[in-house]
């Protein structure tokens, strides 16, 4: 079995579907710091069941779903399926290929399928254990995980080699055992508490019930009422049910009929919002054109209002041409005159630099040089006490005049031309609008109807929920009145006739009265009380109290049987757990100082199991580890797993006297140790040899290579040497957009 490919959408930075095919054997998966690497190792431990956010370096469930950036919307749920090649059917179920899929919403709901069909989390943890991957094991290794083995105490250390050793299962089923034992001597006390009560009665009632044998014609008559009195009932209550089982039909049918109306009212309103999903475009699309007029129309009557504006100093040209005029020199004119040429110049020059074509900018720039010119000269010619208006001003063009009216008709056609057709598309607009308010109309008009419908199912839905309650009772009372006749009566035959009778074939008394019957019947039965003055129910209750007695010393001796059997089921559970645990601490042990001897270049480092009492550690020094030196006896003294490791030149009396690196050296020699006694299916490396320099990189890579025969690794890495185990190489790069991106290469493939 080995992991076969990752596939994610909407998971932290892998926004997009992203697809990581592993081949057996080692795949590296490299990038800068912050590209979004480690989150494949978080995939995977995810769907594997892990609860803690602080373990998927998170605050809270949302912030697995990908957030959104400026350049990239948010996504509305996270998906992480693992494809798992089960060829060799250790996970045991019959497919050769098994999908474990993860799902969570940014509702809050969350989903795991197996297959793509949905199953609870125990499920998938249950499942996925019996074939040696979880998220407490080694399938996911963070750097911290690997620190973590010797910043532990040895109590804390028992649990982790616990789980390691593959005993952690086998305990788990030991305390559900005991549970299930407590739980059985509870019922066994239970029980005899039951029949100690329970003897002292059935004695009794066994006296009294001999003495009820002579019922006679009493017992007769009392048997003949007791017919007619649930016969009559027994009709009456199957009457009732016919008519409210055909209502219920009749109902269900008026039901459908109205469901049927309301889907067809949904359709013409999804018809309807079809229509409103038409109207914003295309009103848009005629206020764009309106606006683009106006602009036109804007930019016709300033050119009209320039052309106006030249128009008139043409005419004015022509007057002062026609008419030459000599005046006697006003002051007050003169300067008053001067102050509505200075004001024309302001204004000539605000139009001017308002103007976007330089030709008619140049023209109008002259003409107030012109004007400047004029003022200036009347200014000078006031001293002589009268001024020719005619002196030094432009000569009248009458062409050029008829040029300006000219153009001014054709931009007053164009004018309204423009002006036309936004009337046109401004009657569009309105239509289009009485369009919308129509359907508007008709979606309200719909609604009430929906509403009106919906209103008439609710009160149908109600009316079947009074039969459906009926019916319910009926069954209540059916089963009420199937006690009462089994309790009046001694033998089921009556009750068998009953059942087997059609409705009208039953005897019908018009003049039955169901209270006079059970008056009689009381009577009946207090005879019989007098007569034998015995409990008519005596009997029955001594059958019943003797079923109870004989089935409570049934139960009794059954479990007896099944305490016995929970104590030899926990000391075969014992048996194994100790002999599993000795092998496997002894491997582990083993393969601990081999790793550590290959990573320091000699050395020696083990485990030791530390125990509660002095006697125990006595006993633990003074003997080798052998298969004796952890039994059953001394299980429940274990106190923890104590690490001694001493490198190559150093006597070491405590872990905190390691450096920096050789913890992190120790740590992976003990991760490998372990997995190498118990190899998982794969195994993810999330840097763990970031603290490593070349050289003990190297001695990792190796260590990899050799235990890559039979686990499949994952490294998620920034070291030369790690990717030189690699058969594939993964890039993995972060977009401007906050979306990573994968990027592959077969190094295999290019090795051959």
């Known amino acids: 079995m080995y992991l076969r490919k990752i596939e994610t959408t909407g998971f932290k930075s892998f926004a997009n579907k992203t697809i990581l095919d592993f081949p057996q054997g080692v795949t590296a998966i490299v990038g800068p710091n912050g590209s979004g690497k480690s989150n494949v190792a978080d995939a995977v431990r995810w769907v594997l069941g892990e609860q803690s956010m602080k373990s998927l370096r998170g605050k809270k469930s949302e912030d697995i779903i990908f957030t959104g950036t400026d350049k990239k919307a948010k996504m509305s749920a996270a998906v992480v399926s693992l494809y798992l090649d089960n060829k060799d059917k250790k996970i045991p179920i019959d497919y050769e290929e098994v999908i474990v899929t993860r799902k969570f919403f940014r509702s809050g709901e969350s989903e795991y399928l197996i297959n793509k069909s949905k199953v609870r989390l125990s499920d998938v943890v249950d499942l996925l254990t019996s074939a040696g991957v979880s998220q407490r094991g080694y399938c996911v290794i963070t750097q911290g995980m690997a620190d973590s083995i010797l910043s532990a105490t040895p109590a804390e250390r028992m649990v982790i080699f616990e789980e390691a050793t593959g005993v952690r299962m086998f305990q788990i089923k030991k305390q559900q055992t005991i549970k299930k034992l407590e739980a059985t001597k509870r019922n066994l006390q239970r029980i005899t508490d039951l029949l100690n009560e329970i003897e002292p009665r059935l004695s009794s009632l066994k006296r009294l019930a001999s003495r009820a044998q002579k019922r006679g014609l009493i017992e007769a008559s009392l048997k003949t009422e007791q017919e007619l009195l649930y016969s009559n009932m027994w009709r009456n209550l199957l009457k009732k049910n016919i008519k409210n089982t055909v209502d219920k039909i009749n109902i269900d049918k008026l039901v459908d009929n109205a469901a049927n109306d309301i889907l067809i009212i949904k359709d013409n309103l999804s018809k309807n919002d079809n229509k409103n999903e038409e109207y914003q475009p295309t009103l848009s699309g005629y206020q764009k054109e309106t606006s683009d007029i106006q602009v036109v129309i804007n930019e016709l009557q300033k050119n009209l209002s320039v052309l106006e504006g030249r128009i008139q100093i043409e005419n004015e040209k022509k007057d002062t041409t026609e008419n030459p005029e000599f005046v006697p020199i006003n002051l007050g004119y003169v300067k008053g005159k001067l102050t509505n040429i200075l004001n024309r110049y302001k204004k000539l020059l605000a139009n001017i630099n308002s103007l976007n074509d330089l030709n008619n900018i140049e023209r109008l720039k002259e003409s107030g040089k012109l004007i400047k010119i004029d003022v200036e000269h009347l200014f000078s010619e006031v001293s002589e006490g009268k001024i020719n208006l005619n002196e030094k001003k432009q000569v009248f063009n009458d062409e050029e005049l008829k040029k300006y009216i000219s153009e001014k008709e054709k931009l007053n056609i164009q004018l309204s031309q423009k002006s036309k057709k936004y009337q046109e598309i401004n009657g569009k607009i309105v239509l289009l609008n009485q369009e919308e308010q129509d359907r508007r109309r008709l979606f309200f008009e719909f609604e009430r109807k929906l509403q009106a419908k919906q209103e008439e199912l609710n009160r149908l839905k109600d009316n079947l ?25 001694n033998s089921s035959e009556f009750l068998d ?18 209270e006079e019957s059970r008056s009689r019947v009381r009577k009946l039965k207090f005879q019989l009380e007098q007569i034998g003055g015995i409990d008519p129910l005596i009997v029955e209750e001594f059958d019943e109290t003797q079923k109870r007695f004989d089935f409570l010393n ?40 081999k790793y550590f001897k290959m990573i320091f270049a000699g050395g020696k480092a083990g485990l030791s199991i530390k125990y509660t009492d002095k006697a125990d550690e006595d006993r633990q020094e003074n003997q080798e580890a052998s298969e004796d030196s952890i039994t059953k006896e001394f299980a429940k003294k274990i106190a923890g797993i104590e690490i001694n490791a001493e490198p190559p030149g150093k006597k070491i009396s405590s872990l905190n006297m390691l450096s920096g690196g050789e913890r992190a050296l120790t740590s992976i020699a003990i991760l490998f140790a372990i997995i190498s006694n118990n190899p998982p299916p794969f195994s993810v490396l999330d840097e763990i040899d970031a603290a490593l320099d070349e050289a003990n990189s190297s001695k990792l890579s190796k260590i990899i290579g050799e235990i890559s025969q039979k686990t499949q690794f994952i490294i998620i890495t920034h070291n030369r040497e790690m990717m030189k185990q690699a058969g594939v190489l993964y890039g993995v790069t972060m977009q401007n957009d906050g979306v990573s991106k994968i990027i592959s290469l077969q190094l295999d493939e290019i090795n051959k």
């Open 554 to 593: 049934v139960q009794y001796e059954d479990l007896i049987k099944a305490s016995s059997s929970l104590r030899d089921v926990i000391t075969e559970l014992d048996k194994k757990i100790e002999k599993i645990f000795k092998e496997s601490f002894r491997r582990i042990n083993t393969e601990l100082n």
């Open 465 to 489: 929920n009074t039969i459906n309650i009926e019916l319910a009772k009926f069954e209540v009372r059916k089963e009420d009145l199937i006690s009462e006749i089994r309790e009046e009566f």
């Open 497 to 514: 006739s009953l059942q087997e009778a059609k409705t009208e074939t039953i005897t019908e008394n018009n003049y039955f009265n169901q």
